[in-house]
């Protein structure tokens, strides 16, 4: 066989082993027009059939034209027979039946994943974060201001990660439904990992993947409406994120603004972008990973835009002291000036857990507006003997109604972030600082800063 130059061949030479090698089943969608359509037909008809125009492409400008009579031009032959059905002979009902095939063997595979990942173990997210963070001295962030800039950009990313990942599926459902990426699960991994920032968001989402998988397969969704959705609550989303006081507010949070778009989107629309906001990808906003802590949106929302703030540098601030504790124990409160704080000293004579010391200080008075993603936050210290003790923050509304949040116990400095579940008047806010203790105590902790965000 003798090799022949590429560049006297005066148009393109198909690779024979490239066309052995690609699959036979009609797995690809175009659109064409009637005029591609036909001019693609009339070439079907002869020009294809030229043995001259396949061959192995060589190094250099050469390639062995494939011969008549050889297992090369069988598979020219077929490729040939190819060709044409797909554009003579192929019509809708075929192509439908295609679809349907496919989409069987893609459930079926979904199927499969789901029972893999149930017998590995991968299809448990893990434990949703109770927003307890430590700032300081020797921690990730030594101080709030560093924390919350971190937050804020984690917030952008969940939802540059969400948005993108939405817009990826609109672009490319289709192919993803007739398996051109190859299994649904497997597309959706490939697919929503790049839609993210920088590839953390849905790469976590593998205990989730079949669930999103089902939704895909069996629900008629409108990804246009979703991203419009999204694109009109962007502010309020990224807002609502970085207020969230722990990972399940979070995820609540984004679904109530997503719901007060414009643009309607549907349950099951919801239930989609629900399954996208894994505990993983929630938990970063209060465990920063390395990879987001310095993400940078294209499209950045500012977050902590303070609605009101009392830092107690000169005074206590009109706050008050209230003693909440159960007899024996007992609480006392006064503004420090060498701290710039309130000190809330808490004690108990170690006679059971039942009784609980509990110092609050209270505001009244208030005429403050919030929404949903606004938040009530106090910043503290450590506590003095360094044994966990409880927060609080309990909040009134003009209307009378109450909202109450209990953090975690802990004995490190910190913040505690109560989110805001509705659209209302803050008349008055109370901060709490309890423990139930069996054993004697007498201990305090600092209140360094409350605010309104």
């Not at 797995?27 to 079907?44: E, F, H, V």
């Not at 008629?220 to 609502?240: K, M, Y």
């Not at 913040?415 to 600082?433: K, L, N």
């Amino acid at each position: 066989m003798a090799k022949r130059l590429l560049s006297r061949v005066g148009g393109f030479v198909h690779d024979i082993n490239t066309v052995a090698a690609l699959s036979d089943i009609p797995n690809n969608i175009r659109l064409l027009s009637d005029r591609s359509l036909y001019i693609l037909q009339n070439l079907s008809t002869e020009d294809i059939t030229f043995l001259s125009r396949y061959g192995e492409i060589l190094t250099g400008d050469w390639y062995l034209p494939v011969l008549a009579g050889t297992p090369e031009a069988s598979e020219v032959n077929d490729a040939i027979d190819l060709v044409r059905r797909d554009l003579n002979s192929m019509g809708v009902e075929e192509l439908l039946e295609c679809i349907c095939e496919n989409l069987q063997e893609i459930a079926a595979t979904a199927a499969e994943e789901a029972e893999r990942q149930a017998a590995e173990g991968t299809t448990s997210d893990v434990p949703p974060s109770d927003g307890e963070i430590s700032v300081g001295p020797g921690e990730k962030f030594e101080t709030q201001e560093e924390y919350y800039n971190a937050k804020c950009n984690v917030a952008n990313g969940i939802f540059d990660t969400v948005l993108g990942s939405v817009d990826w599926l609109d672009s490319n459902v289709t192919a993803v439904l007739i398996g051109a990426f190859g299994a649904v699960t497997s597309a959706l991994i490939f697919g929503l990992v790049l839609s993210g920032p920088v590839g953390w968001g849905i790469i976590l989402a593998e205990a989730t993947i079949g669930a999103l998988s089902a939704i895909i397969i069996n629900e008629v969704l409108n990804f246009d409406d979703i991203s419009d959705a999204l694109g009109e609550q962007h502010t309020e989303i990224v807002t609502a994120l970085y207020n969230a006081g722990n990972a399940l507010q979070a995820r609540e949070n984004f679904i109530i603004e997503l719901d007060n778009a414009a643009t309607s989107t549907t349950a099951i629309e919801q239930d989609l972008v629900s399954l996208m906001l894994t505990n993983s990808v929630l938990n970063e906003l209060f465990d920063v990973g390395e990879t987001v802590v310095s993400y940078e949106s294209p499209d950045p929302v500012v977050c902590g835009a303070v609605v009101q703030k009392w830092s107690f540098v000169a005074s206590g601030e009109s706050w008050t002291f209230r003693d909440d504790s159960d007899s024996p124990y007992s609480a006392a409160g006064v503004w420090n000036a060498s701290e710039e704080a309130w000190r809330m000293t808490i004690v108990g004579p170690g006679t059971g857990t039942g009784p609980r010391a509990e110092g609050r200080i209270f505001l009244t008075g208030l005429a403050l507006a919030v929404d949903i993603g606004n938040s009530v936050q106090f910043d503290h210290s450590a506590t003095e003997d360094s044994v966990q003790s409880g927060r609080n923050i309990k909040v009134v509304y003009s209307d009378a109604s109450e909202q109450y949040f209990v953090a975690p116990s802990t004995s490190g400095p910190g913040t505690v972030v109560m989110s805001i579940d509705r659209s209302e008047t803050i008349e008055e806010i109370e901060i709490g600082i309890g423990r139930n203790w069996s054993h004697a105590f007498n201990t305090y902790r600092d209140i360094n800063e409350v605010r309104v965000v």
